[in-house]
């Protein structure tokens, strides 16, 4: 990376928000940002919705779990957000299915 790659304040969103989307694919830390509250936070709820951008053909070519957008549509729910932070178990289901899904 070059220093001005770096400074780049439109690349360093793309990046970061890239990364995130991504850490959704993982159920048990999507279980923790419903422990921390994120999940209930207003402002995070409207944050979510703004990254569907990312289903866009554009954009998921950077995806490389693209079922992040499945999480990403899942939480999109506010009896998901509920499920989640109400019942660890729910996380877990997730976590389960997806890893039979791999199988």
Same mark, same amino acid.
């Given at each position: *990376? !070059? =220093?001005?790659?770096?400074?780049?304040?439109?690349?360093?969103? &793309?990046? @970061?928000?890239?990364?995130?989307?991504? #850490?959704?694919? *993982? =159920? +048990?830390? @999507?279980?923790?940002? =419903? /422990?921390?509250?994120?999940? $209930?936070?207003?402002?995070?709820? $409207?944050?979510?919705?703004?990254?569907?951008?990312?289903? #866009?053909?554009?954009? !998921?070519?950077?995806? @490389?779990?693209? +079922?992040?957008?499945? &999480?990403?549509?899942?939480?999109? +729910?506010?009896? @998901?957000?509920?499920?989640? !932070?109400?019942?660890? /178990?729910? =996380?877990?289901?997730?976590?389960?299915?997806?890893?039979?899904?791999?199988?």
């Amino acid at each position: *990376n !070059t =220093a001005e790659e770096e400074e780049d304040p439109e690349r360093q969103r &793309f990046l @970061v928000e890239l990364e995130f989307v991504q #850490s959704l694919a *993982n =159920a +048990h830390y @999507v279980r923790w940002l =419903a /422990s921390e509250g994120f999940l $209930r936070d207003e402002k995070f709820i $409207r944050y979510l919705d703004y990254l569907l951008y990312w289903k #866009s053909p554009e954009y !998921t070519k950077f995806l @490389v779990y693209p +079922h992040c957008l499945r &999480f990403l549509d899942l939480l999109q +729910h506010a009896e @998901v957000r509920n499920l989640l !932070t109400n019942d660890h /178990s729910y =996380a877990l289901l997730l976590a389960d299915q997806q890893y039979y899904h791999w199988l």
